[in-house]
C-alpha cells in the first residue's frame, strides 16, 4: 500500500490517518458521522430487531457490568478445542448460531455453582436465561464458588534468544489443556521478565472491567531466599540499596518514603476484559522492578494509549512489552556504577521497559521505549532513533525525566 493509501484508508466510519514514514506507526483522527449515517444505523437495528422477532430466534444479551465478581473464564468451543472468548462493544450477546460456550471455574475445589463442576457449558436459552446441564439459569447466578485467580504453566521451551524459558499465564482446564492468556518469558537464573506477550481486544476493551483487585502470587520459581513478597518492601529496599551503594545516606538519596520501586506490571492489568484476565496477571512472572513516578507517570500512559489505539482501531492487538539492561546507580564512592538488584540472586532492576504494538490487519506498529530511572536527566543514547515527532507520537510529558523519559522507534530498530 503506498503511503497516500495509507493515509486514505477508512475503518469503521473514521479516518485513520496512519503518520509513519516506514511501514509503522498509526493514530486516528476520528470523522464525526453524519445525520443520515445515523438515522441508516437506527433503521438497521430497527430492521435487525423486527427479523429476530419475527424468526424467535433465541438471543441472549449480558451487559458486562452485570457479570458477577465471581464469574467463570468464558471459553469458545470448537470441537474439543477450548479457546478464550471475548466480545464486542459493551455486552455478552449469543444467538442460535453461537452454538455451546463453556464456563471454566478454575483452581482446586472451585465449581461453578448452578452445575457444581468445574468445566459446564452453556447455550442460549432468551434475554439472559441459559440452559445449563438441562435447567434455564439466569446469567447473573452463573458464577464460580471462588474467585478465579489464574494459574501458571512453566514450560521448557527457550526464549529471548535462548535467555529464558516460556511460562504462560492463564487458565487450566485439567484434561482440556491450560488455556494461555499471558506468555512471559522468564530468565529463570536471574528471576527477572526478559518480556510477556498478549493480545489486546479492541472491539471490547472500552468495555472491560475495571473494579478488579488483586494480590500477587508467586510460582514455584521463587525460592525462600528470592522472595518477592517482601523484596518490594521499602525498608528491604533501602537495606539493599545502602548493601549496593554504599552507605544508608547514599541509599536514602533514592529510597525515600515518596519514591521506591514497585511491582510493575508487564502485561498491564486493564488490558484484559474479565475479571479472570485481570487476575491471572497477578503472577510475580509478570512484574518488573519500577520507579514509583515512572510507573504511575510516562509507562501509564503509554499502556492507555496502547488502549486507545485498539479500540480506534476496533481490532485484536498483538502486545508484546519487556525489557533491556539493568540500571546502574553511583556507589557512594563516586568512583563505580553499581547494578541494582533487589537481591543478590536477582530480580534485575531493567534500565528500560520496551512495548511493542502490531496490527496483523494493517501490518504495522510501533515501539514506546520508557527510561525507568526518574534520577535520570540527560540522554547520550538511545536504544533506536526517536521518531515520535514525524509519526504524530510526541507528548510533551514524555521528556520529563521524572516520570521517566518515553520515545518512539521502528519495532524493526528496537533489537
Given at each position: 500500500?503506498?503511503?497516500?493509501?495509507?493515509?486514505?484508508?477508512?475503518?469503521?466510519?473514521?479516518?485513520?490517518?496512519?503518520?509513519?514514514?516506514a511501514?509503522?506507526?498509526?493514530?486516528?483522527?476520528?470523522?464525526?458521522?453524519?445525520?443520515?449515517?445515523?438515522?441508516?444505523?437506527?433503521?438497521?437495528e430497527?430492521?435487525?430487531?423486527?427479523?429476530?422477532?419475527?424468526?424467535?430466534?433465541?438471543?441472549?444479551?449480558?451487559?458486562?457490568?452485570?457479570?458477577?465478581?465471581?464469574?467463570?473464564?468464558y471459553?469458545?468451543?470448537?470441537?474439543?478445542?477450548?479457546s478464550l472468548?471475548?466480545?464486542?462493544?459493551p455486552?455478552?450477546?449469543w444467538?442460535?448460531?453461537?452454538?455451546?460456550?463453556?464456563?471454566?471455574?478454575?483452581?482446586t475445589g472451585?465449581?461453578?455453582?448452578?452445575?457444581t463442576?468445574?468445566?459446564?457449558?452453556?447455550?442460549?436459552?432468551?434475554?439472559?436465561?441459559?440452559?445449563?446441564?438441562?435447567?434455564?439459569a439466569?446469567?447473573?447466578d452463573?458464577?464460580?464458588?471462588?474467585?478465579?485467580?489464574?494459574?501458571?504453566?512453566?514450560?521448557?521451551?527457550?526464549?529471548?534468544?535462548?535467555?529464558?524459558?516460556?511460562?504462560?499465564?492463564g487458565?487450566?482446564?485439567?484434561?482440556?489443556?491450560?488455556?494461555t492468556?499471558?506468555?512471559?518469558?522468564?530468565?529463570?537464573?536471574?528471576?527477572?521478565?526478559?518480556?510477556t506477550k498478549?493480545?489486546?481486544?479492541?472491539?471490547?476493551?472500552?468495555?472491560?472491567?475495571?473494579?478488579?483487585?488483586?494480590?500477587?502470587?508467586?510460582?514455584?520459581?521463587?525460592?525462600?531466599?528470592?522472595?518477592?513478597?517482601?523484596?518490594?518492601?521499602?525498608?528491604?529496599?533501602?537495606?539493599?540499596?545502602?548493601?549496593?551503594?554504599?552507605?544508608?545516606?547514599?541509599?536514602?538519596?533514592?529510597?525515600?518514603?515518596?519514591?521506591?520501586?514497585?511491582?510493575?506490571?508487564?502485561?498491564?492489568?486493564?488490558?484484559?476484559?474479565?475479571?479472570?484476565?485481570?487476575?491471572?496477571?497477578?503472577?510475580?512472572?509478570n512484574a518488573?522492578?519500577?520507579?514509583?513516578?515512572?510507573?504511575?507517570?510516562?509507562?501509564?500512559?503509554?499502556?492507555?494509549?496502547?488502549?486507545?489505539?485498539?479500540?480506534?482501531?476496533?481490532?485484536?492487538?498483538?502486545?508484546?512489552?519487556g525489557?533491556?539492561g539493568?540500571?546502574?546507580?553511583?556507589?557512594?564512592?563516586g568512583?563505580?556504577?553499581?547494578?541494582?538488584?533487589?537481591?543478590?540472586?536477582?530480580?534485575?532492576?531493567?534500565?528500560?521497559?520496551?512495548?511493542?504494538?502490531?496490527?496483523e490487519?494493517?501490518?504495522?506498529?510501533?515501539?514506546?521505549v520508557?527510561?525507568?530511572?526518574?534520577y535520570?536527566?540527560?540522554?547520550?543514547?538511545?536504544?533506536?532513533?526517536?521518531?515520535?515527532?514525524?509519526?504524530?507520537w510526541?507528548?510533551?510529558?514524555?521528556?520529563?525525566?521524572?516520570?521517566?523519559?518515553?520515545?518512539?522507534?521502528?519495532?524493526?530498530?528496537?533489537c
Amino acid at each position: 500500500m503506498t503511503m497516500q493509501g495509507i493515509k486514505d484508508f477508512i475503518l469503521n466510519n473514521k479516518l485513520v490517518l496512519f503518520l509513519s514514514v516506514a511501514l509503522f506507526a498509526f493514530v486516528i483522527s476520528t470523522i464525526s458521522l453524519a445525520s443520515s449515517n445515523s438515522s441508516k444505523k437506527t433503521a438497521i437495528e430497527q430492521c435487525e430487531a423486527s427479523i429476530w422477532e419475527a424468526t424467535e430466534l433465541p438471543r441472549c444479551s449480558v451487559a458486562v457490568s452485570a457479570l458477577p465478581t465471581n464469574d467463570p473464564v468464558y471459553l469458545k468451543v470448537n470441537g474439543t478445542a477450548l479457546s478464550l472468548w471475548n466480545f464486542d462493544g459493551p455486552a455478552l450477546e449469543w444467538d442460535k448460531d453461537a452454538g455451546e460456550t463453556a464456563l471454566l471455574c478454575s483452581g482446586t475445589g472451585n465449581v461453578l455453582e448452578k452445575s457444581t463442576k468445574q468445566l459446564t457449558k452453556k447455550t442460549c436459552s432468551k434475554g439472559t436465561v441459559f440452559m445449563v446441564e438441562g435447567a434455564e439459569a439466569e446469567a447473573k447466578d452463573l458464577k464460580c464458588k471462588e474467585a478465579v485467580v489464574g494459574d501458571i504453566l512453566a514450560t521448557t521451551e527457550l526464549c529471548g534468544n535462548q535467555r529464558g524459558y516460556l511460562y504462560r499465564l492463564g487458565f487450566n482446564a485439567d484434561t482440556n489443556g491450560f488455556i494461555t492468556y499471558i506468555e512471559s518469558c522468564m530468565n529463570s537464573l536471574t528471576f527477572s521478565v526478559l518480556y510477556t506477550k498478549h493480545v489486546l481486544p479492541g472491539t471490547a476493551i472500552k468495555s472491560a472491567v475495571t473494579d478488579t483487585t488483586g494480590t500477587w502470587r508467586k510460582s514455584t520459581l521463587f525460592t525462600e531466599t528470592v522472595n518477592p513478597d517482601t523484596l518490594y518492601g521499602q525498608a528491604q529496599q533501602l537495606a539493599r540499596m545502602t548493601e549496593l551503594l554504599g552507605t544508608a545516606d547514599h541509599a536514602k538519596k533514592y529510597i525515600t518514603d515518596t519514591q521506591y520501586l514497585v511491582k510493575g506490571h508487564v502485561t498491564p492489568i486493564r488490558d484484559g476484559i474479565f475479571h479472570t484476565w485481570q487476575h491471572a496477571g497477578f503472577y510475580y512472572e509478570n512484574a518488573v522492578p519500577q520507579w514509583k513516578d515512572v510507573n504511575e507517570g510516562n509507562w501509564k500512559r503509554v499502556e492507555e494509549l496502547t488502549r486507545d489505539i485498539a479500540a480506534h482501531l476496533n481490532e485484536d492487538l498483538i502486545v508484546l512489552q519487556g525489557t533491556r539492561g539493568v540500571l546502574e546507580l553511583p556507589h557512594a564512592t563516586g568512583s563505580v556504577m553499581t547494578p541494582v538488584t533487589l537481591v543478590t540472586a536477582g530480580i534485575e532492576v531493567p534500565l528500560w521497559s520496551w512495548k511493542v504494538l502490531k496490527s496483523e490487519k494493517l501490518n504495522a506498529g510501533i515501539a514506546f521505549v520508557t527510561l525507568n530511572n526518574p534520577y535520570e536527566t540527560k540522554l547520550e543514547q538511545l536504544l533506536c532513533e526517536n521518531i515520535c515527532q514525524q509519526t504524530g507520537w510526541s507528548d510533551s510529558q514524555f521528556t520529563e525525566y521524572k516520570k521517566g523519559f518515553t520515545y518512539c522507534c521502528d519495532p524493526n530498530m528496537l533489537c
